[in-house]
């Protein structure tokens, strides 16, 4: 079983839609948890980071942890066709030299 | 304040040559990680350095490739006598510790 499990997609939804992106897990010890959007030949831009679990707004964009079931999303409201990118997870432990392990990441598909 | 830079942006390098890739972190952030992403995969992990120390190289080649990050300058990472599955895309990214990581642009390697 790999560390960090996410559907790579493609996920494709008319514009206006709201979006559900998800990520597994199996290791306890992560407590932070982050969602990167990456555009292709691009880095990874980090949209949102959380601490243990809870949820968490930040304009359209929403990340929820449970981790008593190791699963955490990210909600988008009212996508756009600029939110079409790949949606990587990634999450690492307490310790202040903890590095982050990610999933293989989420293609989005908005159309107009 | 710029973000974490990278460069160059693309290299080729014939096999057996060396590859030198650079990265400076975001300013005041003393943290770096190296990945290695290929097509279609996520972000795998190669190594952790703070200033002038390696914390976690669990992810790197036991052979050909190497990293530093020295007192004064950017990181380095170094691939010697680079074979065709060596291309990919390296990403840098930065943190101040236990804080979130900010990726640069990335470096993409070909060889050919």
């Known amino acids: 079983q790999k560390e960090v499990e996410q559907d790579p997609g493609p996920l494709s939804v008319p514009e206006g839609a709201i979006v559900s992106l998800n990520c597994t897990y199996s290791?306890?010890?992560?407590?932070?948890f982050m969602w990167y959007r990456q555009y292709s030949r691009k880095g990874p831009e980090l949209l949102m980071y959380?601490?243990?679990?809870g949820n968490k707004e930040d304009g359209r964009f929403t990340a929820q942890v449970d981790k008593s079931s190791k699963y955490i999303s990210l909600f988008i409201r009212d996508s756009q066709p600029s939110d079409s990118a790949t949606y990587l997870c990634?999450?690492?432990?307490?310790?202040?030299?903890?590095?982050?392990?990610f999933g293989k990441g989420t293609m989005l598909l908005v159309s107009p | 304040n710029a973000g974490v830079m990278q460069n160059p942006r693309h290299l080729v390098r014939r096999r057996g040559q060396e590859a030198r890739l650079r990265c400076s972190p975001m300013?005041?952030?003393?943290?770096v990680y190296w990945y290695r992403q290929l097509p279609e995969e996520g972000l795998k992990f190669m190594v952790y350095?703070?200033?002038?120390?390696?914390?976690?190289e669990s992810g790197m080649p036991k052979e050909r490739f190497s990293a530093e990050f020295p007192k004064e300058g950017p990181s380095i990472l170094r691939i010697q006598q680079v074979v065709r599955g060596d291309s990919a895309a390296y990403f840098c990214?930065?943190?101040?510790?236990?804080?979130?990581?900010?990726f640069g642009q990335g470096t993409r390697l070909t060889v050919v």
């Open positions: 990214a930065s943190s101040s510790q236990g804080s979130e990581a900010f």
């Open positions: 990634a999450m690492r432990g307490n310790s202040g030299y903890s590095t982050l392990t």
């Open positions: 300013k005041g952030h003393s943290h």
């Open positions: 290791n306890s010890a992560f407590q932070y």
């Open positions: 350095l703070q200033k002038e120390n390696i914390i976690d």
């Open positions: 959380t601490y243990s679990s």
